[in-house]
């Protein structure tokens, strides 16, 4: 079946940086569009970052240059490196998979930003 299964958050402080890695399973990995979502407490889920299968990107304003969206395809994982972590970036990261109207999501995984 499919899995999309989200790894590396945690606790970081200002200014750290946190690495994400989502590995899929179960499906076409590279003709799928590749995204990343955060959400934070009491808000609504948000588009953080995005790859599609021929490797073009898009980020939301609130991480561009810092954060960068990566996949590996001979791996099946999509990668979001983090960096000049502020507390804003406090949320839930999801990950998902999307191709022709199929869309699959991961568990998600914690990043928290604090000092």
């Known amino acids: 079946q499919v899995q999309l299964v989200e790894s590396g958050g945690g606790l970081q402080q200002p200014g750290g940086s946190l690495r994400l890695s989502c590995a899929a399973s179960?499906?076409?990995?590279?003709?799928?569009?590749m995204s990343w979502y955060h959400q934070a407490p009491g808000k609504e889920r948000e588009l953080v970052a995005a790859i599609n299968s021929g490797g073009s990107t898009a980020y939301a304003d609130s991480v561009k240059g810092r954060f960068t969206i990566s996949r590996e395809n001979a791996k099946n994982t999509v990668y979001l490196q983090m960096n000049s972590l502020i507390p804003e970036d406090t949320a839930v990261y999801y990950c998902?998979?999307?191709?022709?109207?199929?869309?699959?999501w991961g568990q998600g995984t914690q990043v928290t930003v604090s000092s």
């Open positions: 179960g499906f076409t990995f590279s003709s799928y569009a």
């Open positions: 998902r998979a999307a191709n022709s109207g199929r869309t699959y």
